[in-house]
Every structure is written in structure tokens, then in C-alpha cells.
């Protein structure tokens, strides 16, 4: 599959935009604050100081919090570490990614337009794309004249669309298709409790 318009940010491009920005927002739970103290999810030792609660993360806290997937093995088991809704494994962190660049948005929502093209520059030099730097500019421009930057997310399978099944002796998730394909379509096209 050929893909255009595409853009590939490195983690150092994340950790130097986080700090670009004064850091982003996030409310870590007891089992999340205590992953990032206790491994090396946060790269330097001397950030491994989060708390429990909300607070402000630097790039390599924010980073390590977006990465975390489960806990440091104790007693031949790796530990679960929580989302606030509940969430552990890939789930918690894909939900971490999610509400992390949720917390990025609001935090680059409160810049002037002056502060993007700033913020441009840190983030050029780290990223893969196949764009020229002057659409990337006029996109730029773009958003900032539409007035909004909502973001909508979406992530499959969707939570009652997979069973878990195990196969060859791996634990496997096994997308429900028809379930998966129809909330992703009604999420694009913004059908859902509309009569099809």
C-alpha cells in the first residue's frame, strides 16, 4: 500500500515537543506512578519522580507514560498497571497514547500561531515525510483558519469487538469484522444511531 501525505515522529521528537510546549497534563493512577518510578519506561533516572494524581510531564516522563504496557516482573509475573478507567496491557497503552496527545492538543490549542511555526522547527528535524516544508506550513495556516482542532479517536478492535482466543499456544485477540468494520464506519461518517 502506497501512502501519501504521511508523517513519522521519532521519540525524540516527542520528548522535544512535550518540553517545546512546557509539558503536557496527565493524571497517573497509583499502579502507573509506581511503573515509572520503578523501570526504565522514563529514559533518565533523574525524571523518575512522578506522583500519583494530576501533574505536569516532561517529554520523557510523557513518553514513558505513553509507553508503558505492563509492570516490572515480581514473582515470575509482570504486574498489571491500571489506566483510571481500568485498562492494562495494550489497552492501557493505547489509551495512555491517546489521552497523552489528547493533552498535547489542549496544551498547543493555548499557543499563538507565532508559537506553531516555532514549534514546526523543533519538530522538522525529526520527522520522516514525504511532504515539502512549505505544505506543511500551508497546512499549518490551514488548521489555524478552520478555528477548530477537534480530534476525534477511534481504536480497534473495538472493546465487544474481539474474543480472546488462544492459538498455537499464543494469546490471541480475534477481530468480530462486521462488528469492527461497522464502528469504524460509523465513527468516520458519524452514523451511529442513525437509521442505515
Known amino acids: 500500500?502506497?501512502?501519501?501525505?504521511?508523517?513519522?515522529?521519532?521519540?525524540?521528537?516527542?520528548?522535544?515537543?512535550?518540553?517545546?510546549?512546557?509539558?503536557?497534563?496527565?493524571?497517573?493512577?497509583?499502579?502507573?506512578?509506581?511503573?515509572?518510578?520503578?523501570?526504565?519506561?522514563?529514559?533518565?533516572?533523574?525524571?523518575?519522580?512522578?506522583?500519583?494524581g494530576k501533574q505536569v510531564l516532561n517529554g520523557y516522563q510523557a513518553l514513558g507514560y505513553c509507553r508503558i504496557r505492563h509492570g516490572k516482573m515480581k514473582n515470575g509475573r509482570y504486574p498489571a498497571v491500571l489506566t483510571a478507567s481500568g485498562k492494562g496491557d495494550d489497552y492501557g497503552r493505547t489509551e495512555r497514547q491517546r489521552l497523552g496527545m489528547q493533552a498535547l492538543?489542549?496544551?498547543?490549542?493555548?499557543?499563538?500561531?507565532?508559537?506553531?511555526?516555532?514549534l514546526v522547527k523543533v519538530i522538522l528535524p525529526n520527522v520522516k515525510t514525504d511532504l515539502k516544508?512549505?505544505?506543511?506550513?500551508?497546512?499549518?495556516?490551514?488548521?489555524?483558519?478552520?478555528?477548530?482542532?477537534?480530534?476525534?479517536?477511534?481504536?480497534?478492535?473495538?472493546?465487544?469487538?474481539?474474543?480472546?482466543?488462544v492459538i498455537d499456544?499464543?494469546?490471541?485477540?480475534?477481530?468480530?469484522?462486521?462488528?469492527?468494520?461497522t464502528a469504524f464506519r460509523d465513527f468516520v461518517y458519524e452514523e451511529k444511531g442513525k437509521k442505515k
Open 1 to 52: 500500500i502506497k501512502v501519501d501525505g504521511y508523517a513519522e515522529v521519532n521519540f525524540d521528537a516527542f520528548v522535544e515537543v512535550i518540553n517545546a510546549v512546557g509539558g503536557v497534563e496527565a493524571t497517573l493512577t497509583e499502579s502507573e506512578a509506581v511503573n515509572l518510578n520503578d523501570t526504565n519506561y522514563i529514559k533518565r533516572k533523574k525524571y523518575r519522580n512522578v506522583k500519583v
Open 105 to 118: 492538543l489542549k496544551k498547543v490549542k493555548s499557543m499563538s500561531p507565532t508559537e506553531w511555526m516555532e
Open 133 to 165: 516544508e512549505d505544505e506543511i506550513y500551508s497546512y499549518l495556516l490551514a488548521v489555524v483558519k478552520m478555528g477548530t482542532m477537534d480530534l476525534k479517536q477511534f481504536s480497534l478492535p473495538t472493546d465487544d469487538g474481539y474474543s480472546s482466543q
Open 169 to 181: 499456544e499464543q494469546q490471541c485477540l480475534v477481530p468480530d469484522l462486521v462488528k469492527n468494520k
